[in-house]
């Protein structure tokens, strides 16, 4: 009998459960009691719809990020967030995201520095190290789940993260080695699986993804010595990888002594065989047979025709599963009554790709006649998409085979267009702006829920939004910043607001997939090729303009981000769809500039997350990203500025295919690493304008202009003054107007003390 089991599932509920439970409480609306509750309740039910496979995860059900709780497990809790005292879970909201409910609004804790969850748009909190970290076990959070679980009959797999990628996924604070700190993790290890076994747990799924990224010699060694360490320790241990091959250190993971070993054979499905090969026979081989990345059905027969064979190979040795934690997918199909019937034919989410895997094992135990039926609608389902006129459309074709290397160059070199666009624009030393989005404010969203609703008509929807675009260049008049924006109102979300004026793009109601802590994202679905039937947002911008004699950016988000934050077409290379959305934005940009917008920002930021895990793929990633980027931008006069926005990149090791993108001024997320990441542009002497991000807008807590000044002082030390702006780290449309006021007055005080002391 094939075993089926899951790697993780979705946490913040069909509805979004989580994620309101989360605010009600850090809004001191709901009490740590009631957040606990509703938290069980959401995974007795999450466990309930898992509960055909043979094994389900528990423990992979987190308050805000698996990372950060993992960083509790093992007692490695900064000591600021301890300093204020609290429960352990103000202690972990305060690492999370500044804060705990009960905190007063000073704000006295810096977060922890957040980033990408490999080549995924998760973000986890990042672990802290430095030479003198201890770690000391802390089971409370993971018994309760697991108490619950055993409770409910479920049939455990607790997940956790493993030695190596826990280590590998922190960061050293004072420069010292983290892999010096195994000797002192792996006790802990060694009795956090101790007393899994204790707890009557036969399998641990532990997670080391960090084996599908280039190690070096004294990582791989550290992975033997850790697993060589635990052997003997607690139940079996499944040794889970995904998100690619596991290329030079298959050999290495076929070789742990552990007692079954996860590979992800959507990205890997060429190294099958070659594990089976070095594999000793008394482990299991899981195969993660189902896309956990993707939301498209998976192609049971093709699926099957490969692993109908290895299951005889390997018979009760071979479990299934998705091929990573379906947390990257939304939950339940069945919740989108409003789909294009067709595309939602295509389509199969967590919980379908967990029905796909039952009709797998089924058909592998007990032969394909015993599904016949399931099998012939996928069939049916799979011909139909890959036959769909919608899907291909000769025109588009055309375009992208007309383009030319012309396309993606300026007329002229970055300093001589800046003359140009100085004696346009008169901007001081030390210009401020604002990265793009303003509050959300509830009024916002009512607005857009009446207008779907139908409730509320477009001239209606219209004169609201053009009302908060009113408010947001009159906040802006009063706090005297320079270049302005319009506050993108209209807009839900930075993918979406396009995705949804594109052709070749479809939307779901519920389709939401966790980002950070509470934030979720809508990824659309990019299911055939990409047109503009009309201009996207200069109506917008130009009202926004016609408001004031500031310089206002006109606002887009640039082709790669478009491709990186959807679901994408597995039909064709993801270059050739980038390409297409190039050519959208690239007629937005050039509408924008007949309109007379001046500057245009073209956020591309997600496109360090878009790099292939593995460097020996960046290069040609980066030509395209890049290439697409040029394209987007750079049909325009020299006069007219084109702004770029990144966030949460790190730049070292992408400077060069930064600067390839030309952009004349370029804002980025800095303020949580203190200016560090400026080192990058300093090395590369970098020539175009800088907007190094001066306050995290992912807190509450309104920085001072004593900070913002010293922030600045700092980021001057490393890049000319003349090349720098001054701008948060990104949209300001989480955070509420009490919070946005005071920290940009502060920031457009701080560019006054900077302009003076020049
Ligand atoms: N212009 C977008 C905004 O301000 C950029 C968001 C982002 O970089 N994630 O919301
Ligand atoms: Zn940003």
């Known amino acids: 009998m094939t075993i089926t089991h899951n790697l993780g599932f979705p946490r913040i509920g069909a509805r979004r459960e989580l994620k309101f439970a989360l605010e009600r409480h850090w809004q001191g609306a709901a009490t740590a009691a009631e957040l606990e509750t509703q938290a069980a309740e959401l995974r007795a039910r999450h466990w309930a719809r898992q509960s055909a496979l043979d094994l389900v995860p528990v423990g992979d059900f987190s308050f805000y990020d698996q990372v950060l709780d993992t960083s509790f497990l093992l007692g490695n809790v900064p000591a600021r967030a301890r300093s204020h005292g609290g429960t352990p879970l103000d202690q972990y909201f305060r690492v999370a995201r500044g804060r705990a409910a009960s905190d007063s609004a000073c704000g006295c804790v810096h977060a922890g520095e957040m980033t990408k969850w490999f080549d995924t748009n998760y973000h986890y909190i990042v672990p802290e190290f430095d030479a003198s970290t201890t770690f000391a076990l802390d089971t409370t959070r993971l018994q309760q789940q697991l108490r619950e679980a055993l409770d409910l009959g479920v049939r455990a797999k607790p997940v956790i993260i493993g030695p190596l990628t826990y280590l590998w996924l922190g960061k050293s604070k004072d420069a010292s080695e983290r892999l010096a700190l195994l000797p002192a993790l792996l006790p802990v290890y060694a009795q956090l699986l101790d007393w899994l076994k204790a707890e009557g747990v036969d399998w641990v799924q532990v997670d080391e993804p960090a084996l599908v990224t280039d190690l070096d010699p004294a990582w791989r060694q550290a992975c033997q010595d850790a697993y060589a360490a635990l052997q003997g320790h607690g139940p079996k241990l499944l040794l889970a990888t995904y998100f690619g091959p596991l290329a030079d250190n298959l050999a290495l993971a076929c070789a742990l002594p552990v007692a079954g070993l996860h590979l992800d054979a959507i990205n890997a499905q060429d190294e099958v065989a070659a594990a089976i090969a070095l594999l000793d026979e008394s482990k299991v081989l899981s195969l993660g047979v189902v896309d956990g990345r993707n939301i498209w059905k998976t192609d049971l027969h093709a699926t099957l025709a490969w692993l109908e064979p290895v299951a005889r190979q390997l018979g009760e040795r071979l479990w299934i599963a998705p091929s990573c934690s379906l947390l990257h997918v939304p939950v339940d199909l069945e919740s989108e009554t409003h789909l294009d019937p067709e595309i939602r034919s295509w389509l199969a989410f967590a919980v379908q790709k967990l029905e796909e895997l039952r009709l797998l094992a089924c058909a592998l135990d007990h032969g394909r006649v015993k599904v016949q039926e ?252 890049v290439e697409s980027f040029r394209i987007a931008a750079n049909g325009v006069r020299d006069a007219t500025q084109i702004h770029t926005h990144m966030c949460y990149s790190e730049f070292n090791d992408i400077i060069a295919a930064i600067a390839a993108m030309d952009a004349d001024v370029i804002t980025i997320e800095t303020s949580r690493s203190d200016m560090e990441l400026l080192g990058a542009f300093d090395d590369f002497r970098y020539p175009n304008g800088i907007g190094p991000g001066v306050y995290d807008i992912h807190s509450p807590n309104v920085p001072s202009r004593a900070q913002i000044v010293g922030l600045m002082r700092k980021a001057a030390a490393r890049i000319p003054p003349a090349q720098l702006w001054v701008n948060p780290d990104c949209g300001l449309k989480t955070r509420r107007w009490e919070e946005v006021l005071p920290a940009l007055e502060n920031m457009v005080a701080a560019a006054r003390t900077l302009r003076e002391a020049a």
Not at 504 to 519: D, E, I, K, L, P
Not at 566 to 590: G, K, W, Y
């Open 374 to 625: 399931a099998l012939l609608a996928n069939a049916a389902a799979v011909d139909r998409r890959r036959a769909s006129r919608r899907v291909h459309s000769p025109e588009v074709a055309q375009a992208v085979a007309a383009i030319t290397p012309d396309l993606g160059r300026r007329a002229s070199p970055h300093a001589q267009r800046l003359t140009e666009q100085a004696a346009l624009l008169n901007l001081p030393s030390y210009p401020t702006t604002t990265i793009g989005s303003f509050p959300q404010t509830l009024d916002i969203r009512q607005a857009r829920q009446q207008f779907k609703r139908g409730e509320l008509d477009a001239q209606g929807y219209r004169a609201a939004m053009q009302a908060e675009i009113a408010r947001c260049i009159k906040a802006q008049e009063d706090l005297g910043l320079d270049v302005f924006v319009h506050g993108e109102a209209e807009r839900n979300d930075m993918v979406e607001y396009f995705g949804e004026q594109l052709e070749g793009y479809a939307f779901s109601a519920n389709g939401w997939v966790q980002s950070y802590g509470s934030r979720c994202v809508k990824p659309p679905i990019l299911y055939g090729d990409v047109r503009r039937p009309r201009p996207m947002t200069v109506e917008w911008t130009a009202y926004a303009q016609s408001l004031t004699e500031k310089p206002m950016k006109g606002m887009l988000t640039g082709p790669v981000t478009m491709l990186n934050w959807s679901f994408v077409r597995d039909d064709q290379p993801r270059a050739a769809t980038c390409r297409q959305l190039a050519l959208a934005i690239r007629a937005e940009v050039q509408d924008l500039e007949r309109a007379g917008v001046r500057i245009i920002q073209i956020d591309e930021a997600a496109l360090r997350e878009g790099l292939p895990l593995r460097r020996a793929h960046w290069d040609t990633y980066l030509d395209w990203a």
